[in-house]
């Protein structure tokens, strides 16, 4: 199913002061993307449903054109958080500048099987490249359709597992927010990094990301201990200090958030693990939890995040050409949109796409870069959980393989 194509809004071109973005109000959506399903979010304000094709250059584009699919949940569960990223899929076009380009939206209900069918129709309907859909699943019931008929993906998933192959995953993954901790960590002479999660495909991945780039960067063998959702956060804690043993540990990752991130910052320092010798590292979704902040033992604690100047830079547009703030899976969508862009010849149908596999693209959470493997590496700063306020930026953004990285 899809909505009825519509014609794209007038965007205001007005010079806009940047402003420091509110992490904490944006990155409670962040997990939604790949790993597990979340409760529906979106912006407060509404979207009028499509009438006419969005196309580049502000008006409908003479045949031929160029059709890019953006696949969303327009419907169902996540319904209320499609409107605001295909918002952003339509301003990364507009900033584009492009003619001969149009965008077709299509409903993927949220659902495996809704995707599977949006897929199927964008590219009976001509598409060159394919935007979305959301999550893991979604991802695996379009890719299959879109890699026999040549269509290169691009995913708003952070599930590491979907990329290759021609699908590219553009959501925050496990895998960027360890490399940029345990880079930020090197930097200030750590040699041993330790990660302490529940269970599941999240921790997984964490933990497979923080081996490779341990071993990449010549530290020592992490400390890796993963335990039951139910587990003691004491009796995990005391786990933790006895795989450590003497050896140092400069930095623990935590990876879980809520309740159970609080109560095992707490045991790791009643352990001995905490301020002053080890800090505390956590996923980028804790920027959205005060409660984390308040936590003692989570004070400072380093979480990784967007480049905040151009995360500004893009909610001060969105909010502008909207008139709401947009939510945090938004940037996704309009990084995704800007990389498909750029995959395709405006005006010509019919030349596969060809993504800029290696560029240095600029996006709505900063640089970042596709790789041949259908993985994403993203310029993310570091930012420390503050008591009472938004978590602030202490690191600079640090795109790898970049000079200085």
């Known amino acids: ?7 794209g809004p007038a965007l205001p071109r007005r010079s806009l002061a940047p402003r420091a973005p509110r992490l904490g109000a944006l990155a409670a959506l962040l997990a939604l993307v790949g790993l597990a399903a979340c409760a529906p979010q979106g912006p407060r304000g509404g979207y009028a ?3 006419a094709p969005l196309v580049g250059g502000g008006a409908l584009a003479e045949a031929p054109v160029t059709r890019v699919a953006v696949l969303l949940p327009l419907s169902g569960p996540q319904g209320a958080l499609g409107p605001a990223m295909l918002n952003a899929a339509t301003l990364a076009l507009f900033d ?13 209900t949220g659902s495996s099987g809704g995707a599977s069918e949006a897929v199927r129709s964008a590219i009976a309907d001509g598409a060159r490249v394919v935007v979305g859909p959301l999550t893991g699943p979604e991802t695996t ?21 979907q990329g290759g192959n021609g699908v590219w995953v553009t959501g925050v993954t ?22 302490a999660g529940p269970e599941g495909a999240f921790t997984r991945q964490l933990a497979n990301a923080l081996r490779n780039a341990s071993r990449e960067a010549g530290m020592a063998a992490p400390v890796i201990v993963t335990y039951p959702a139910a587990a003691s956060r004491p009796q995990v804690a005391g786990q933790v200090v006895s795989q450590a043993g003497t050896e140092a540990v400069g930095l623990m990752i935590i990876g879980e958030s809520g309740a159970g991130a609080r109560e095992l910052a707490a045991a790791l320092a009643a352990a001995g693990i905490g301020a002053p010798a080890t800090r505390i590292g956590g996923p980028t979704l804790w920027a959205g939890d005060a409660a984390l902040a308040a936590e003692p033992a989570l004070a400072g604690a380093l979480v990784p995040g967007p480049d905040p100047a151009a995360r500004a830079s893009f909610e001060g547009r969105y909010q502008a050409a ?5 939510p945090r899976l938004a940037a996704t969508a309009y990084d995704a ?18 993504p800029p596999v290696g560029e240095v693209l600029q996006g709505a959470d900063g640089a970042f870069r596709l790789l041949p493997n259908g993985q994403v590496q993203r310029a993310l700063a570091v930012y420390a959980l503050t008591p009472g306020a938004e978590p602030q930026p202490v690191e600079p953004p640090v795109l790898p393989g970049a000079a200085g990285s």
Do not use: C, K, W, Y
């Open 1 to 7: 199913m899809h909505p009825v194509p519509f014609r």
């Open 141 to 161: 019931a379009a890719a299959g359709q879109a890699r026999a008929a040549g269509v290169p993906v691009l995913a708003f998933t952070n599930d590491v597992e």
């Open 49 to 51: 449903r499509p009438s």
């Open 337 to 354: 949109t800007a990389a498909a862009l750029r995959s395709v010849r405006p005006g010509d149908p019919t030349t596969p796409a060809a």
């Open 174 to 195: 496990p895998s960027q927010q360890v490399r940029r901790l345990l880079a930020s960590a090197q930097a200030a002479g750590v040699r041993r990094i330790g990660l």
């Open 322 to 326: 909207f008139g709401d703030r947009p």
């Open 96 to 108: 584009a500048n492009l003619r001969g380009v149009e965008l077709m939206p299509r409903d993927t």
